[in-house]
């Protein structure tokens, strides 16, 4: 949303603003109330970021609703209880290295020399894993909680954050991550500190080797941040005696040290660090809500009706309205295609059989798939030859055994689709398309296992290929028969059909063999799928 102008960033970045105004918004009465004027505060940037639905993790660890509800009341809040001026949002796919260390090492810190004595935010909610003493962040695209490939390094976010320290005024991270103690270098106990003075910290939901919870007795969203929401309110404003109208972050510290230890039995130990090469002078701070809200500058704060709009691009509104649906079609007849090639000639082979599974979001108007996922039957095949190990040496007799799966996966769900009444009842669902994501809606994955023996050899090895990101193509198209919606709707002429076209494939064995180099590849996988096939998804158990 803009206020005025638009953000000066490429347009690819454009869609990460959920809020722009190009002016000073924290009012000048608003100030006085916390005796501070316009000279003592530049502009106030913010951003949110986070992930709340990870579409390849094992089904029930999907959707991480809490970390969703952090990011709209963090968006709603800072635009109308704390008059930010930019709120960015990096949200599921856009929450990456690049978008992140774009806005942490470029944008902002330009920002920030722009506009002296400016306030910055970094607000966080998501999965965290820890690997020896390392914490790291997990995208989106995690298969798994130990998947560091799918994960940003804390370190390396503390690092990008260094460029904010070192060009703002006065910066904060909160931090809601498993094992996000991490990010602190070293742990900090408070102080008394000035707000009008420079300074940078982080608050952490718990430390280093701490899991972070969520309690539906505290709030629908994180522990940690509706304790945040909850000290904002005026519980925290501890200094002087009776609060001066100015929540600091050691201020908010010491609360939440306090109060999320006690809604987690002592679980999660929020943690405080100094992000300043040098001991800060000041702290980042935020205003009493309570004191705005009696003095009339602010209505009341009601989290329940905060408006769609704050969840601007990152859930479109009609998210809450959505009911989700999961079934199974079984495959008959030809399920795989797949051409090989190398060492041991080219080969075409043929696997029947195997499972699509779908699970779609719906509501009466709208629509989005959250997975599609084909996975074939083992597949195993032997091959054998001749093969000499160098110049002038005579060949050895090998056979290589491969046993394998396929699995094709949507790797974020869909955009969101339209429902349309069609002649005769039912409706029609717009066609999901890979041709509307730039073919990067998919992922492909070859798992197994291969062994080679010979007179006088025998080697094992693991087949792990994969493409993801740009190349799989595969399209679903569907009518939708809603009688027994929300518990239950049947699809009707369910088509769905992939193919890897010419998208390179990593071998599935590269390989020396008692000198022996062995190499099978694949150049094309099809997936002829299902056409026109009915099934009936139901609603999960609540």
Request: charged share 20%; hydrophobic share 40%; with cysteine.
């Amino acid at each position: 949303m803009y206020a005025q102008a638009e953000p000066p960033v490429l347009q690819k970045f454009r869609t990460a603003f959920a809020y722009y105004a190009d002016k000073r918004s924290i009012l000048e009465q608003v100030l006085n109330l916390i005796g501070m004027t316009g000279n003592d505060v530049g502009r106030s940037f913010a951003l949110v970021a986070g992930v709340s639905h990870y579409p390849r993790l094992p089904v029930g660890s999907r959707e991480l609703h809490p970390a969703e509800v952090d990011r709209d009341h963090l968006v709603s809040y800072l635009k109308n209880q704390e008059f930010f001026n930019e709120i960015v949002v990096l949200w599921d796919d856009q929450m990456n290295e690049e978008t992140l260390s774009y806005f942490l090492q470029n944008y902002f810190p330009a920002r920030l020399r722009a506009f002296p004595k400016s306030r910055f935010l970094l607000a966080y909610s998501g999965h965290g894993i820890t690997a020896g003493d390392e914490g790291y962040l997990l995208r989106s695209s995690a298969t798994s909680f130990t998947d560091k490939n799918a994960a940003i390094n804390l370190s390396v976010v503390r690092s990008w954050f260094d460029q904010i320290v070192r060009n703002g005024y006065q910066s904060l991270v909160l931090l809601n991550s498993c094992y996000g103690g991490a990010f602190l270098l070293a742990n900090s106990f408070g102080g008394r500190y000035l707000p009008k003075h420079p300074g940078a910290h982080a608050i952490t939901a718990g430390a280093a080797e701490e899991r972070t919870w969520s309690d539906l007795r505290v709030g629908p969203g994180s522990v940690f941040f509706e304790s945040v929401l909850a000290g904002l309110g005026g519980a925290a404003d501890r200094f002087p005696d009776g609060g001066d109208g100015v929540v600091t972050a050691s201020e908010l510290y010491a609360y939440l040290r306090q109060q999320v230890q006690i809604s987690t039995d002592q679980r999660q130990s929020p943690q405080l660090g100094d992000l300043s090469a040098r001991q800060s002078e000041g702290e980042f701070f935020f205003l009493n809500r309570g004191r705005q809200v009696r003095a009339k500058l602010v209505p009341d704060w009601n989290p329940v009706s905060i408006s769609a709009g704050a969840k601007h691009q990152v859930a479109q509104a009609t998210d809450t309205r959505l009911t989700l649906l999961s079934g199974s079609i079984p495959v008959s007849g030809v399920a795989l295609q797949m051409d090989l090639s190398g060492s041991f000639g080219q080969h075409q082979i043929e696997v029947p059989g195997g499972t699509l599974k779908v699970e779609l979001s719906l509501s009466q108007g709208d629509a989005r798939y959250e997975q599609i996922e084909f996975r074939t039957p083992f597949v195993t095949r032997a091959f054998s030859g001749a093969f000499s190990p160098g110049f002038g040496k005579p060949p050895i007799p090998i056979e290589l055994s491969l046993s394998f799966f396929v699995i094709v996966s949507t790797s974020r769900p869909s955009p969101q689709l339209a429902l349309l009444p069609i002649d005769g009842g039912g409706f029609r669902l717009d066609p999901f398309l890979t041709s509307a994501c730039g073919f990067s809606c998919y992922n492909l994955e070859v798992i197994g296992a291969w062994s080679a023996k010979g007179p006088d050899l025998s080697a094992t090895g693991y087949i792990r290929s994969a493409v993801t990101g740009r190349g799989i193509g595969a399209d679903a198209t569907t009518a939708v028969d809603p009688a027994n919606f929300p518990s239950s709707v049947r699809l009707k002429d369910f088509t769905w059909h992939a193919g890897s076209g010419g998208t390179p494939i990593p071998d599935l064995v590269n390989a020396d063999v008692d000198g022996v180099r062995i190499r099978v590849s694949t150049s094309s996988l099809n997936f002829p799928g299902v056409s026109k096939s009915a099934v009936t998804l139901t609603a999960a158990a609540q």
